[in-house]
């Protein structure tokens, strides 16, 4: 399985400021997607990211408020914008090749004041 | 069309005991049932996977057990430990078609007494 690290693990920002959270793997993938996971609640997909073009968004979620690059096939960011404590929440990355399964990265643990 | 249910909500059981958790999906293209343990403070780690062409599938103390007919598909965790303390969430995704994203279900918090 693949060693995925997310920076920063946990972070404390004020309401209206941006965090960008880096998601690193240690071997190429062919998926990288993010997640949300808000308190004591299951995991809600916010989009795919695709290496070399636009991210794939879920229903709910909109570029504006999280932009999402890969510049290649090992790294990805999030930027949650305009922050609001609504968004506080766990963002999990999670990477897998097509047709096997999905391995997720640590987390990084949002609270926004 | 796209939910996965997953029941119970939380779970207590005995050290020694079985525990059984359920999930029932409704979008019959789903070809792949992962089930994920999480931590507290970490993120979810792959448990045990079953696609459906198998109606069981075994790994040590965690069997999947699946039924296509009904669309539902369990955990059973034999000679369960207070290690296994945590929350497990079953999924479920189109890997062929959609680049295999995950339908989480609600999760399930798991509690092995001593």
């Known amino acids: 399985s693949a060693v995925i690290s997310q920076k920063p693990s946990r972070d404390i920002c004020q309401r209206g400021t941006s965090l960008t959270i880096q998601c690193q793997v240690d071997?190429?993938?062919?998926?990288m997607f993010w997640y949300r996971q808000q308190p004591g609640q299951s995991l809600t997909l916010i989009a795919t990211a695709n290496q070399g073009s636009e991210a794939t968004y879920e229903s709910g979620f909109v570029i504006d408020k999280f932009p999402i690059s890969r510049p290649n096939l090992t790294f990805s960011t999030l930027t949650v914008s305009n922050m609001s404590p609504e968004d506080s929440s766990i963002y999990l990355c999670?990477?897998?090749?097509?047709?096997?399964?999905?391995?997720f990265g640590p987390g990084t643990r949002l609270l926004v004041l | 069309q796209q939910q996965v249910k997953q029941s119970p909500q939380s779970l207590i059981v005995q050290k020694g005991g079985i525990s059984i958790i359920n999930c029932a999906y409704e979008n019959t293209a789903f070809d792949y049932f992962p089930w994920y343990q999480q931590f507290p403070g970490k993120g979810p780690a792959l448990l045990i996977a079953i696609r459906p062409d198998v109606s069981e599938k075994k790994e040590g103390r965690f069997t999947i057990s699946f039924n296509k007919s009904a669309k539902q598909f369990s955990l059973h965790i034999m000679d369960s430990q207070p290690g296994d303390s945590a929350t497990y969430f079953c999924a479920a995704s189109r890997s062929y078609n959609q680049g295999g994203k995950l339908i989480f279900g609600q999760g399930t918090e798991l509690s092995v007494k001593p």
């Open positions: 999670s990477v897998g090749q097509l047709q096997e399964t999905q391995y």
């Open positions: 071997s190429q993938v062919t998926m």
